[in-house]
């Protein structure tokens, strides 16, 4: 099985550009993608109808803002939207689909880049979904995180990371709730096959950052102990075009 992440900024703009094709070329059996920036109603019927897909949508109260999808093609047993706190399912964020044998977390975690108040809800949105995981994984223990998650781990993360210590998205706090994330039973998935560096999933659009390979890794498929030893393979599609993010892939 293939699940492909890819946060498109924009399903509209990347529906325009080349996901049709993308989806012709790659088949993911499940296509997560993050910022939609729309609501089911404002689509096509070509891509609503496309494919042999379920497609969910969890969408921000805000127009053009946020979202998450998932394009399944198979049927999921259950579908949750959010988890349970209006402060973040009103931002669109959280996408849970499960499965006969695994569950799927399709999450868009928030950007802290703005202003501090933000940053401040990111922190809690890291904190509060731990709390909420690691209940959910007493019932299945057998999970899969995908998005993105606007933190660049490691050094080995991104390109200048000397120059990002004190920028949010590499800020010490944001890197110790990966290390208490992973500590509490995930992996990160691509670096358990790859050690290598300049390796990464985002590019600034305005300086032209991807031309230069000027990036960071901020978007991971995560899985859980129960799961780890189903996944056959991990990569991140860099030769794909079309957002600011290119696509992650794993292989089960």
Same mark, same amino acid.
């Given at each position: 099985?293939?699940?492909?992440?890819?946060?498109?900024?924009?399903?509209?703009?990347?529906?325009?550009?080349?996901?049709?094709?993308?989806?012709?070329?790659?088949?993911?059996?499940?296509?997560?993608?993050?910022?939609?920036?729309?609501?089911?109603?404002?689509?096509?019927?070509?891509?609503?109808?496309?494919?042999?897909?379920?497609?969910?949508?969890?969408?921000?109260?805000?127009?053009?803002?946020?979202?998450?999808?998932?394009?399944?093609?198979?049927?999921?047993?259950?579908?949750?939207?959010?988890?349970?706190?209006?402060?973040?399912?009103?931002?669109?964020?959280?996408? %849970?689909?499960?499965?006969? $044998? !695994?569950?799927?977390?399709?999450?868009? @975690?928030? +950007?802290?880049?703005? /202003? =501090?108040?933000? %940053?401040?809800?990111?922190? $809690? !949105?890291?904190?509060?979904?731990?709390? @909420?995981? +690691?209940?959910?994984? /007493? =019932?299945?223990?057998?999970?899969?995180?995908?998005?993105?998650?606007?933190?660049?781990?490691?050094?080995?993360?991104?390109?200048?990371?000397?120059?990002?210590?004190?920028?949010?998205?590499?800020?010490?706090?944001?890197?110790?709730?990966?290390?208490?994330?992973?500590?509490?039973?995930?992996?990160?998935?691509?670096?358990?096959?790859?050690?290598?560096?300049?390796?990464?999933?985002?590019?600034?659009?305005?300086?032209?950052?991807?031309?230069?390979?000027?990036?960071?890794?901020?978007?991971?498929?995560?899985?859980?102990?129960?799961?780890?030893?189903?996944?056959?393979?991990?990569?991140?599609?860099?030769?794909?075009?079309?957002?600011?993010?290119?696509?992650?892939?794993?292989?089960?």
């Amino acid at each position: 099985m293939k699940l492909i992440s890819w946060n498109v900024n924009g399903i509209r703009a990347i529906y325009r550009k080349n996901l049709l094709e993308f989806l012709e070329e790659y088949n993911p059996d499940i296509l997560a993608i993050q910022e939609t920036k729309a609501r089911p109603q404002q689509l096509t019927k070509k891509l609503l109808n496309y494919g042999d897909y379920y497609k969910f949508f969890s969408s921000a109260e805000k127009k053009g803002y946020s979202g998450v999808a998932t394009f399944s093609k198979p049927e999921p047993k259950g579908v949750k939207y959010g988890f349970g706190n209006e402060k973040y399912d009103s931002e669109g964020r959280i996408l %849970l689909t499960e499965y006969e $044998d !695994f569950s799927l977390f399709n999450i868009y @975690f928030p +950007n802290g880049k703005s /202003k =501090q108040e933000r %940053l401040d809800y990111k922190m $809690d !949105f890291y904190y509060d979904f731990l709390k @909420f995981i +690691n209940d959910y994984k /007493k =019932q299945q223990p057998n999970i899969i995180v995908c998005g993105d998650v606007n933190t660049a781990h490691k050094e080995i993360d991104l390109a200048r990371p000397k120059d990002n210590e004190t920028v949010s998205g590499f800020l010490p706090e944001e890197r110790e709730w990966i290390d208490k994330f992973l500590d509490s039973g995930f992996y990160d998935s691509f670096r358990m096959f790859n050690q290598e560096p300049d390796n990464y999933s985002w590019w600034d659009y305005k300086t032209k950052a991807r031309e230069r390979n000027v990036g960071w890794r901020i978007d991971y498929f995560f899985v859980s102990e129960g799961i780890k030893n189903r996944v056959k393979k991990a990569d991140i599609l860099n030769e794909v075009y079309g957002s600011d993010h290119c696509p992650i892939m794993i292989e089960i």
